[in-house]
C-alpha cells in the first residue's frame, strides 16, 4: 500500500477542490431527485386514475344529508383478485384492489363541494372541502367531488352511480 511521504499545499488544495465539486454534484443530483419525485406524485393521479366506482350519492335537503346505498371502488389492477394465484396484475402479493362500501350516510352542509372519499382501513366515508386532506392519507380513495343542494332540494348529488354505471373515482359533479 502506497504511503504518502510528502505532500505540499498545493497538492492538498487541489484534491479539496475536486471534493468540494463532487460536494456540489451530489447535492444537485439530490435536488433533482426530489424535484422528479414531486413532478411523479403530481402526474401518477392524473394520467393513472387509480379508482373507479359504482357510488351514487342523494342529497336529501330536508335533512341536510347525502345517502348511498352499498356499491365499490375498484383500483386499476382489480381484476388480479379474480384471478389464480399468482396473480397476473396485482402490484404486491395480498394486495387488495376491490373494495366493497357499504349503504351509509354523511350529514353536509347545504350548498357547499365536498370531495368524497372512502377509507378501508376504518371503514369509513370521509368528506372534505379540501382534497389534498384526503390525497394525504394513504389509505384513502378519492371518489368525487359532489355540490350539495339547497334546504329545499333533493334528488342525485353524483358519483360514479349516477352516470349510468361505473365512473372514474375524481370526477367532479355538481347536479343542483
Excluded at 504518502?4 to 468540494?20: C, G, M, S, V, Y
Amino acid at each position: 500500500m502506497p504511503r504518502i511521504n510528502a505532500i505540499t499545499l498545493d497538492q492538498l488544495n487541489r484534491q479539496f477542490e475536486k471534493l468540494d465539486i463532487i460536494s456540489a454534484q451530489i447535492n444537485d443530483t439530490q435536488r433533482k431527485l426530489q424535484e422528479i419525485g414531486q413532478s411523479v406524485s403530481i402526474s401518477d393521479p392524473i394520467h393513472a386514475v387509480q379508482t373507479t366506482n359504482n357510488l351514487n350519492f342523494v342529497w336529501s335537503g330536508v335533512a341536510q344529508q347525502i345517502t348511498w346505498v352499498q356499491g365499490f371502488v375498484k383500483d386499476k389492477n382489480w381484476a388480479a383478485q379474480t384471478v389464480a394465484s399468482p396473480a397476473i396484475k396485482s402490484s404486491a402479493k395480498g394486495q387488495k384492489h376491490l373494495f366493497t362500501i357499504p349503504a351509509g350516510t354523511l350529514s353536509l352542509v347545504p350548498s357547499t363541494y365536498y370531495w368524497l372519499g372512502w377509507d378501508p382501513v376504518h371503514q369509513k366515508m370521509l368528506s372534505t372541502s379540501d382534497v389534498s386532506v384526503l390525497h394525504g392519507n394513504y389509505n384513502v380513495h378519492v371518489l368525487c367531488q359532489i355540490y350539495t343542494g339547497t334546504v329545499g332540494q333533493s334528488g342525485t348529488a353524483g358519483g360514479g352511480g349516477s352516470t349510468g354505471g361505473v365512473d372514474l373515482s375524481g370526477a367532479r359533479y355538481k347536479n343542483f
